[in-house]
T-cell receptor, first 113, second 111 residues
């Protein structure tokens, strides 16, 4: 489970720079990982996913990296824009048994114009 | 294509009152979920339904009940609301080994 507090970790990035958001997971059996973006007042929105047979996957301006050895996931956003300001969550799940999805502690990304 | 629709969007209850949060999805997904999100915290699973006709407890089920009415609809009921249940509630659905699709939430305040 998560160990969370009242205040989210915050990453402040200058517009145009690259952003890297990190996430650690705990379940060695997890084989499917997802990044979500949540804007104020809205539900989480899918960004990109990766399966455990890969270590990198790229989308439009986003890249997810998976390091199974240290159980670490990262989301890279290229040329960060003001519209990228949001809270970002990683999630993990395993294909064995029921598809329970566990969310990590979110990271708030603030883009400085 | 509406995706996941939650009603109501906002609700204020007094302690002890009951209410049902409604959720419907039009993506023909088998699995549906209820999460709660508290300020500064991640999403915590309340209940889930892996398929029509089945429901199971998540991490924080106490004080809640659910009904998977049919494949489209999954409701969450608070029988006797408590201030600790003040939260934002998200319904989600999923088809197979794929991302969750979320609704826009119900913001519940219990006074």
């Amino acid at each position: 489970g998560e160990n969370v507090g009242l205040h989210l970790p915050t990453l402040s990035v200058q517009e145009g720079d690259n952003s890297i958001i990190n996430c650690a997971y705990s379940n060695s059996a997890s084989d499917y990982f997802i990044w979500y973006k949540q804007e104020s007042g809205k539900g989480p929105q899918f960004i990109i996913d990766i399966r455990s047979n890969m270590d990198k996957r790229q989308g439009q301006r986003v890249t997810v990296l998976l390091n199974k050895t240290v159980k670490h996931l990262s989301l890279q956003i290229a040329a960060t824009q003001p519209g990228d300001s949001a809270v970002y969550f990683c999630a993990e799940t395993s294909s064995g048994g029921y598809q329970k999805v566990t969310f990590g502690t979110g990271t708030k990304l603030q883009v400085i114009p | 294509n509406a995706g996941v629709t939650q009603t109501p969007k906002f609700q204020v209850l007094k302690t002890g009152q009951s209410m049902t949060l409604q959720c419907a999805q039009d993506m023909n997904h088998n699995s549906m979920y209820w999460y709660r999100q508290d300020p500064g915290m991640g999403l915590r699973l309340i209940y889930y339904s892996a398929s029509e006709g089945t429901t199971d407890k998540g991490e924080v089920p106490n004080g809640y009940n659910v009904s998977r009415l049919n494949k489209r609809e999954f409701s969450l009921r608070l029988e006797s609301a408590a201030p600790s249940q003040t939260s934002v509630y998200f319904c989600a659905s999923r088809g197979g080994h794929s991302p969750l699709h979320f609704g826009n939430g119900t913001r519940l305040t219990v006074t």
